[in-house]
């Protein structure tokens, strides 16, 4: 069992990693930092999903190569040219149907059925939700980097918050039979976690632009609940393939997966968000979608 300095030092370097690349981008106007994190860390999760619900119709490999594509033609488009993005149809579709015919290497049953499935759900789950955080973080040059780092920031600060109102005040648990780690009193903190998170990114940020002081307490509250949801789906995953973690890449953290479930989760959230704001209430400069 990791001890809470174990969790706190290596989420710090964690931080400081990303912190890092975006300093990059910043640095040189340019989104490579991003796109390389995000492709590099949804290839990984994609492999780690595939051992979750193994037996799979297809390799892991295959997944990641096909997920991680998707995304550096993604990012790509939005940093070189956006008629990139119309290769991304095709690119899914030629998955697709190589993913279709690999069914013909065996004789039909329920468990390739099955299979099949969940290996479309595993592209959609991360490489497709994935893909969300590149678009915030390809919202503008000023209002870009902020946007990403937020959904990182939301996803993990929360999830700090979570973390240390259980451990102090948390005795009655909020789903059991999903996630036996996690309070009430966790689910407060969150609640109260993404309310701050987001008060301080719009104080002191460029995202104040988008997302007016006086309703950032209630759009931290609501986004709090996606990045909560984030943390039982994947739990639901996990206990469903009878595994505690994703994977064992970091002592008390588990895998990639577990490390950046939320995040993937809450980035459409973020982005949609963002769009209603803008449509709703005109931010102090116009940006550029």
């Excluded at 400081?16 to 340019?30: E, Q, W």
């Excluded at 149907?97 to 013909?104: C, E, K, N, S």
């Excluded at 259980?166 to 309070?183: D, E, M, N, R, T």
Aim: glycine share 12%.
């Amino acid at each position: 069992m990791a001890t809470v300095f174990t969790r706190v030092w290596i989420g710090s370097i964690l931080i400081v990693a990303v912190v890092g690349l975006l300093s990059i981008d910043k640095l040189t106007g340019h989104g490579y930092g991003a796109i390389a994190l995000v492709t590099c860390l949804g290839s990984a999760g994609l492999i780690e999903f595939s051992r979750l619900v193994k037996p799979l119709p297809t390799t892991s490999a295959g997944l990641a190569i096909s997920g991680g594509g998707y995304l550096v033609l993604l990012g790509l488009g939005f940093e070189l040219d956006p008629r990139l993005h119309a290769w991304l149809v095709p690119w899914c579709l030629v998955w697709l149907y190589a993913l279709f015919f690999w069914q013909f290497r065996g004789a039909p049953s329920p468990t390739r059925y099955h299979g099949l499935g969940l290996t479309v759900l595993g592209f959609v789950y991360v490489a497709l939700l994935s893909g969300f955080t590149l678009e915030l973080r390809f919202l503008g040059p000023e209002v870009g980097p902020s946007a990403f780092f937020y959904a990182i920031a939301m996803a993990k600060g929360t999830d700090i918050c979570a973390f240390f109102a259980g451990k102090a005040f948390g005795k009655k648990k909020l789903v059991p039979s999903v996630s036996p780690g996690k309070s009430t009193a966790g689910f407060y903190g969150a609640v109260a976690g993404g309310a701050l998170v987001t008060v301080l990114f719009c104080a002191l940020s460029p995202l104040g632009k988008l997302i007016p002081l006086s309703l950032a307490p209630g759009v931290g509250m609501l986004l709090s609940l996606v990045v909560i949801s984030g943390d039982l789906i994947e739990s639901v995953f996990k206990r469903s393939a009878e595994v505690k973690d994703s994977a064992s890449l970091l002592p008390g953290f588990g895998g990639v997966l577990d490390i950046v479930d939320s995040v993937m989760i809450v980035a459409p959230a973020i982005v949609y968000t963002l769009y209603a704001l803008s449509a709703f209430v005109p931010p102090a400069t116009p940006v550029s979608y």
